[in-house]
């Protein structure tokens, strides 16, 4: 029989050996799991099966179901409420040929779940629906052909597992974006922070395309010869959606988090 001490010294052991297993993971998503688990055709009309998994956040109060098809035009809108577990959703002619479709035995869509009233991408899909066989999901497939269409980079937040300095780091970005440089002070190990900055990576009206090329780096003091440190880089499209993302910035004695994701929309030229 253990004695009260042996107990004490083996749960102080797990709670360490469980607090440094949760260092080594990147932030919870705070945005709820979609999953697209079957799409079946039933005549001119599809149905959709998803499953809605997150312990952390539940489903959006509201969703639309959005059917894309193969010139990027809307082919089909639904507005559900989001359920947890499994849930089906029929999408009226969403196996219909369009005027743009082309002469192929099976019609190319993609499917997207976005959430109300935020307007967030929770799921994207492409399809391939066989009018006499199975509907075959798969990866997405962007960019579309769409003409008209805007792309956002949201940078959500900065989680620092480890400081490059003891006392804490000056963190600044180089983002690529006009020579923009930002950064919060003093960001310790534990620390999470909110940025929420918001930059047009892509507008299809006036052919713009700008990859964003994300600099991290540690401010230091130059006058005592202590130069800034370069944490490390990353790199994404400007006319393609990203889910939210975390990127790991790490080195011999620091781990960084930086979350973001890549919003598209279909807008108006006019």
Request: charged fraction near 15%.
């Amino acid at each position: 029989m253990r004695s009260a001490l042996q107990v004490l010294t083996l749960a102080l052991s797990l709670a360490v050996l469980s607090v440094s297993n949760l260092s080594a993971q990147p932030p919870l998503d705070p945005y709820p799991t979609v999953e697209l688990q079957e799409v079946f055709a039933v005549g001119p009309d599809l149905a959709a099966t998803f499953n809605w998994s997150n312990d952390v956040t539940p489903p959006p109060p509201g969703a639309q179901l959005k059917l894309l098809d193969s010139q990027g035009l809307e082919a089909s809108i639904v507005n559900f409420v989001p359920l947890y577990g499994s849930q089906t959703i029929w999408i009226p002619g969403g196996a219909t040929p369009r005027a743009g479709d082309e002469s192929t035995s099976s019609l190319t869509r993609h499917i997207e779940i976005v959430s109300q009233p935020s307007r967030l991408i929770l799921l994207e899909k492409a399809l391939a629906i066989d009018p006499h066989g199975p509907v075959v999901i798969l990866a997405p497939i962007w960019p579309l052909p769409v003409p008209d269409r805007h792309c956002f980079l949201y940078v959500e937040s900065l989680t620092c597992d480890d400081s490059e300095d003891y006392g804490g780091d000056e963190i600044y970005f180089d983002l690529g974006v006009n020579g923009a440089t930002k950064g919060p002070s003093g960001v310790r190990g534990g620390d999470t922070v909110p940025l929420g900055w918001l930059f047009l990576t892509c507008n299809t009206c006036l052919s713009y395309e700008h990859p964003v090329k994300i600099d991290l780096w540690d401010l230091d003091d130059s006058i005592i010869g202590d130069s800034d440190d370069f944490l490390g880089s990353s790199t994404l499209g400007g006319c393609t959606a990203v889910p939210p993302t975390s990127v790991k910035y790490s080195g011999s004695n620091y781990t960084y988090w930086l979350k973001y994701r890549v919003l598209c929309y279909e807008v108006d030229c006019g």
